[in-house]
């Protein structure tokens, strides 16, 4: 009989190529781990989402589906419901990769050590309310999440997707304590991808022409964008603009895209993957924004929140527009009662 030390030795299951579910599972998830290199702590891929309805749960179906958290809080007034929503999410954990742990509740309690809190809840507008006091309810309404968030996850980076997002975002940040690297907002990350779609249709004839980067379209059309436009650029805009308001009043919400949209930054923060959306962050001082407000500017995030916010190479009417746009969520947000 030999002895232990002279045993052939087996090869682990990792060395013959295969591995278990489970063995796979925990070696996914702890890939998915990062370092925050401000205070050392373990990056989880925990994600809370507050708010149940159609944009909470699309966002957490496509955080879900394409594997960037493997572990999802889900917070909602109704606490039936949200519960329900858990449960069918999770039935479908044999089908993700990695696995699925999905908690509800309508407390705070489920958040704890969330490394994203995404925030989707609000009030829908009355009929003949004012967008001032619309604005002053979901104030009530934030003061009742963003605080609670930040105390079970005073690490966490809030995203906020509610709207209106920029003044929202401010309010979150006021509320929150953190810094303002820390709070960003869904900003026009929608917007740009529906911009590329309707440019894609109108680029095809001239595709030889693009690079990897893009050609900028006034060196194609010097006029692209201005009122005398022949080819009509600025109906790209609009369509923009309307993109939202096409898909609510055929279907009467909107939810798919956004949940798209929020998953792709949500998965850019936690795995420091330094790709480029245009969220909504603290804009004072830049392109001579003289408000304490949020706008929505090319940036790059991760783990710690806002990396890097790109500059723009603006014409001086393209800057007066952002400047006054600046003012005028400014002028609003200056009466919330904080």
């Not at 007034?77 to 999410?89: I, Y």
């Not at 909107?254 to 969220?279: D, K, Y």
């Not at 603290?282 to 991760?302: R, S, V």
Request: overall charge neutral; charged content about 20%.
């Amino acid at each position: 009989m030999s002895s232990p030390s002279s045993r052939e030795r087996r090869p682990s299951l990792f060395e013959k190529g295969e591995a278990s579910p489970n063995a796979l599972q925990l070696a996914e998830q702890i890939a998915s781990f990062h370092v925050n290199p401000k205070t050392g702590n373990i990056i989880t891929d925990k994600v809370t989402i507050v708010g149940a309805g159609q944009v909470g749960m699309a966002c957490a179906y496509a955080i879900m589906a394409q594997g960037v958290s493997h572990h999802l809080a889900l917070v909602d007034m109704q606490e039936d419901k949200v519960k329900g929503e858990a449960l069918d999410l999770e039935h479908s954990s044999a089908f993700v990769r990695g696995g699925l742990k999905v908690e509800a509740s309508s407390t705070y309690d489920v958040t704890h050590s969330s490394s994203v809190c995404v925030v989707t809840a609000g009030a829908r507008q009355r009929e003949g309310e004012s967008r001032l006091n619309l604005l002053q309810r979901n104030v009530e309404i934030f003061k009742g999440i963003i605080p609670e968030l930040v105390k079970h996850s005073p690490d966490c980076i809030l995203l906020i997707v509610s709207n209106p997002v920029d003044i929202l975002t401010w309010v979150a940040w006021k509320l929150s304590g953190l810094p303002k690297e820390r709070v960003i907002g869904s900003g026009t990350n929608l917007d740009s991808s529906r911009l590329r779609t309707f440019m894609s249709h109108r680029l095809v004839p001239v595709w030889s022409s693009m690079t990897a980067c893009g050609v900028r379209l006034r060196d194609l059309n010097p006029k692209a964008g201005m009122k005398d436009d022949p080819e009509n650029w600025g109906e790209l805009h609009t369509q923009v603009v309307n993109g939202a308001y096409d898909v609510i009043k055929a279907k009467g919400y909107t939810s798919w895209a956004i949940g798209m949209s929020v998953a792709q930054v949500v998965r850019t923060l936690l795995r420091n993957e330094r790709n480029t959306h245009v969220l909504s962050v603290h804009a004072k001082g830049l392109h001579g924004i003289d408000e304490d407000m949020y706008l929505a500017l090319p940036t790059i995030a991760g783990p710690v929140g806002v990396q890097k916010i790109i500059a723009l190479q603006l014409t001086k009417d393209e800057e007066a527009q952002l400047q006054k746009s600046a003012q005028t969520l400014w002028d609003t947000a200056k009466d919330l009662k904080l």
